[in-house]
């Protein structure tokens, strides 16, 4: 166990949509990390907070927001569904920010979208 | 742009040889690795990390090897075991940086 909860577990909706993924860090991190891992691909980074502000971000769609409260839950929202937007959606949190640090992965919520 | 490369999807080795899983990066900026593994139905786990600093680095019966000059790393594990089997990401990042750069991962079976 990572430490990391991330809920629900599994999700299915329809194109159009808009869905609401939490995850809960791990007691103390202050960084958490959203990954995306669709079939096949490598896990690919969507956005970084860090204490509560945004600090890096990577691929993500316009239709894709993420926030973190200041408990430090981050929630990642995404809207008007694609099809193409179902994967497996991780989160992940390490203590500090830069350095050597490795992340802690939650076992993700599978998106399906139909 | 895929900046971290696995280009081995699959492996497949008997239990109680060494298994090579490899991973080639482009970004020269990068000098940190790490390794994580990857059971069905959770997430990935951390496994191995290796600074650019060095050129070795062992854990049991895990041992990651990293060539700079030819930005390419390998992790041996030996010997292997069937508890072993699971899809292996190779990840690399700046230290002055976050996040982390991952390859599309390579699948392990191993073998009873």
């Known amino acids: 166990d990572s430490g990391v909860t991330q809920t629900p577990k599994h999700l299915i909706t329809a194109t159009g949509q808009r869905v609401t993924l939490r995850c809960s860090p791990r007691s103390g991190d202050l960084s958490v990390y959203w990954y995306q891992q669709s079939l096949d691909q490598g896990l690919q980074f969507l956005i970084q907070?860090?204490?509560?502000?945004?600090?890096a971000k990577g691929n993500i769609l316009e239709r894709f927001s993420a926030q973190q409260f200041p408990d430090l839950h981050s929630e990642l929202n995404l809207s008007s569904l694609e099809l193409g937007d179902s994967a497996l959606y991780f989160c992940?949190?390490?203590?500090?920010?830069?350095?050597?640090?490795?992340?802690?992965f939650g076992s993700g919520t599978q998106l399906s979208v139909l | 742009d895929q900046q971290v490369k696995q280009n081995s999807p699959s492996l497949s080795v008997q239990e109680g040889r060494i298994s090579i899983l490899n991973c080639d990066y482009t970004?020269?900026?990068?000098?940190?690795f790490l390794w994580y593994k990857k059971y069905p139905a959770e997430g990935p786990t951390f496994l191995i990390s290796?600074?650019?600093?060095?050129d070795k680095n062992e854990d049991g019966r895990f041992t990651v090897f990293l060539n700079k000059s030819a930005k390419h790393l390998s992790l041996h594990i030996v010997p292997s075991q069937p508890g072993d089997s699971a899809v292996y990401f190779c990840?690399?990042?700046?230290?002055?940086?976050?996040?982390?750069?991952f390859g599309t991962g390579t699948r392990l079976a191993v073998r009873p």
């Open positions: 970004n020269s900026m990068f000098d940190y």
């Open positions: 992940a949190s390490s203590l500090l920010q830069g350095g050597n640090e490795k992340l802690f």
């Open positions: 290796i600074s650019s600093i060095k």
């Open positions: 907070y860090y204490n509560g502000e945004e600090r």
């Open positions: 990840a690399a990042k700046k230290s002055s940086g976050d996040k982390l750069t």
